[in-house]
């Protein structure tokens, strides 16, 4: 059983930066395959990054490439998505993920746990 807790949402101005934390409770936290979802009100869940057990492998959805980074502390047992020049359409609940033997790590349903989500709110 791993139990997450996101951090670090909140209210920016376009163009500004907000770093998102996930909290990981559990056995060998350090041997997941960790995530970043977000989800806006009345549409699906979406990827936006992901990050392999020692952080070797990222991935992350086209609409945020070469603004998130993604990156992961497995002494700390925390993950984080540097999020930078924010823009209104980032605005949605943010949502850490973990699982084991993830092989493509865009698909949602492939992840085993879940955290509580994270407001951020980018105006414009």
């Known amino acids: 059983q791993v139990h997450l807790v996101e951090s670090g949402g909140g209210l920016v101005q376009a163009g500004g930066s907000l770093r998102l934390s996930c909290a990981a409770a559990?056995?060998?936290?350090?041997?997941?395959?960790m995530g970043w979802f977000r989800q806006v009100s009345g549409k699906e869940r979406e990827f936006v990054a992901g990050?392999?057990?020692?952080?070797?492998?990222?991935t992350y959805a086209d609409s945020v490439k070469g603004r998130f980074t993604i990156s992961r502390d497995n002494a700390k047992a925390t993950m984080y998505l540097q999020m930078n020049n924010l823009k209104p359409e980032d605005t949605a609940v943010y949502y850490c993920?973990?699982?084991?033997?993830?092989?493509?790590?865009?698909?949602?349903?492939?992840?085993?746990?879940w955290g509580q989500g994270t407001q951020v709110t980018v105006s414009s």
């Open positions: 990050i392999n057990w020692n952080g070797a492998i990222t």
């Open positions: 993920a973990a699982g084991l033997s993830i092989s493509f790590l865009s698909r949602s349903g492939l992840y085993d746990y």
């Open positions: 559990g056995r060998s936290v350090s041997s997941y395959t």
